[in-house]
C-alpha cells in the first residue's frame, strides 16, 4: 500500500469510529421535496384572486389543504384535495373558494374578495411517513367598498343644507367634494370623521354646508380616494326646494278643503233651522229625526265649535 492510500485508509477507518451510522445516513425523496408559491397577493375590493402552490416530488403525498389564518384567530381549512374525496370545499366556502389540485400541486381561487378575506393563506402537503410541508400566501385587500352621499336641512339655518358622504375603504378613504357646474374643489366647512370597522377598513364621513339659493337645481361630487382606486357620488340639490314647495302646496290645498267643508256644513244647518223655524214640529228631511232637541242656529252652530 503506498503512503497516499494508507494515509486515506486511516482516515476512513477514523471516519467510521467517530460516526458508525455515517455509512448508512440517507435522503429520501420527500426532505428533497421543495414547494414553490405564487399567486397574485394584493387585490382590489370585489375582485377574484388565485393562490397557487407546487411540490417538487409528490412521492409520499396523502393529502393538499388550503387554510386560512386571521391575526388573532386559529387557522381553518378552507378546501382539501385527496385520492379519496378528490376535490372538496368546506361547505360554509361553497361559491366562494374553488380548489383546482392533485397530488404534486394545488391553486385555489377566491371571488367576490372582502377585506374579511385579508388574511394568510397556508398550502399544505400532507407527506407519509415525514410529515406536512407547508407554504404561506399572504393576502392584502385594498379599495373602496361604499360610497353614499344623501342631503339634510342645516342645523338652525332654514336658507343652507348640509350634505353629507360616507366612503367605506382600506387604506382610509380621503374625501374631496367638486361642484359639477364650476369644475372645482369646494372648500369643506365641516371636519371629516373617520371610524375603524371591525373588518379592518376604515370609515370617513365628510359634511358640507351650502346655501339653497347658490346650489338650488344643482349637483355636487363627493370623490372619494384609496390609494389608487377612485370613487365618486353625483347629489343633486334640487330635492330641497321641491319637497318644500310641494309640503307647501299640501298644506295650502288642505287648508282650502277644510274651509270649504266647513262652509257647506254651516250652509246645511242654516237650511235645518229655517225649515224648522217654517214647519214647526214637522219631520226633520234628510234623516235627522233623531234630533228630539227644538234647533236652533245658535246651539248648532256652538256644537259646531266644539
Not at 503506498?2 to 458508525?20: D, K
Not at 403525498?61 to 388550503?66: P, R
Not at 257647506?264 to 234630533?291: A, D, E, M, S
Request: proline share 4%; hydrophobic share 35%; net charge positive.
Amino acid at each position: 500500500m503506498s503512503f497516499g492510500g494508507g494515509i486515506l485508509f486511516h482516515l476512513l477507518l477514523v471516519s467510521l469510529v467517530l460516526f458508525p451510522n455515517l455509512g448508512n445516513i440517507s435522503v429520501p425523496g420527500p426532505y428533497l421535496s421543495v414547494i414553490i408559491a405564487r399567486g397574485d397577493t394584493s387585490v382590489e375590493f370585489g375582485g377574484d384572486t388565485s393562490l397557487s402552490c407546487a411540490l417538487s416530488n409528490p412521492s409520499g403525498v396523502k393529502q393538499v389543504s388550503w387554510e386560512r389564518v386571521r391575526a388573532g384567530d386559529d387557522a381553518e381549512t378552507l378546501a382539501t384535495f385527496s385520492e379519496r374525496y378528490k376535490d372538496y370545499v368546506h361547505q360554509e366556502y361553497v361559491g366562494k373558494v374553488t380548489i383546482t389540485a392533485s397530488f404534486n400541486s394545488s391553486s385555489i381561487v377566491i371571488k367576490n374578495v372582502t377585506f374579511e378575506d385579508e388574511a394568510c393563506y397556508i398550502c399544505s402537503f400532507k407527506l407519509y411517513p415525514s410529515g406536512p410541508k407547508r407554504e404561506t400566501l399572504c393576502l392584502t385587500v385594498k379599495g373602496i367598498s361604499e360610497i353614499t352621499a344623501s342631503v339634510n336641512p342645516a342645523s338652525g339655518s332654514d336658507s343652507d343644507v348640509t350634505v353629507s358622504c360616507l366612503a367605506k375603504g382600506k387604506p382610509t378613504p380621503i374625501l374631496q367634494w367638486k361642484s359639477t357646474e364650476k369644475d372645482q374643489t369646494l372648500h369643506l366647512s365641516g371636519s371629516n370623521n373617520i371610524m375603524i370597522n371591525s373588518d379592518g377598513s376604515n370609515t370617513t364621513t365628510s359634511y358640507l354646508k351650502l346655501p339653497i339659493s347658490q346650489f338650488h337645481g344643482k349637483s355636487v361630487e363627493c370623490v372619494a380616494q384609496s390609494d389608487n382606486v377612485e370613487k365618486s357620488y353625483q347629489i343633486s340639490l334640487s330635492g330641497k326646494n321641491d319637497e318644500v314647495t310641494n309640503n307647501t302646496s299640501r298644506r295650502y290645498i288642505t287648508t282650502v278643503l277644510v274651509l270649504v267643508f266647513m262652509l257647506i256644513i254651516i250652509f246645511v244647518i242654516t237650511l235645518i233651522c229655517l225649515y224648522k223655524r217654517l214647519h214647526g214640529k214637522q219631520q226633520i228631511p234628510f234623516h235627522l229625526n233623531k234630533v228630539k232637541a227644538r234647533c236652533t242656529c245658535t246651539s248648532l252652530l256652538k256644537k259646531l265649535r266644539l
